[in-house]
């Protein structure tokens, strides 16, 4: 068992930026691969972000090239989305997920454990 928790989310305008943590307990070794995602109340969870656990590589959805970046630190068990000239549509809560295995993958239903999600506002 993985829990995940996130910090970090708030009350920003547009244009400014936020930094999402994401801390990992449990069991934590072996090839685990992170990732973030967000909602908005009726509609579906949507992929932001990922990392890979083999490889570091860093996958991103159209709307956060540019803007969001990924980023763990193995030795903290941490994952961080560093979130950048944000706007009014990136309001969301978002989730820290993950999943044991390599690749980093758009889909919801691939993800195995999820934290409790963090609330991010961006005002105009």
């Known amino acids: 068992q993985v829990q995940l928790a996130e910090s970090g989310g708030g009350l920003v305008q547009a244009g400014g930026s936020l930094r999402l943590s994401c801390a990992a307990s449990?069991?934590?070794?072996?090839?685990?691969?992170t990732g973030w995602f967000r909602q908005v109340p009726g509609k579906e969870r949507e992929f932001v972000a990922g990392?890979?656990?083999?490889?570091?590589?860093?996958f991103y959805a159209d709307s956060a090239k540019g803007r969001f970046t990924i980023s763990r630190d193995n030795a903290k068990n941490t994952v961080y989305l560093q979130m950048n000239s944000l706007k009014p549509e990136d309001t969301a809560v978002y989730y820290c997920?993950?999943?044991?295995?390599?690749?980093?993958?758009?889909?919801?239903?691939?993800?195995?454990?999820w934290g409790q999600g963090t609330q991010v506002t961006v005002s105009s």
């Open positions: 997920a993950a999943r044991f295995a390599y690749q980093v993958l758009d889909d919801v239903a691939y993800w195995d454990y």
């Open positions: 990392i890979s656990w083999s490889s570091g590589s860093a």
């Open positions: 449990g069991r934590t070794f072996g090839p685990y691969t």
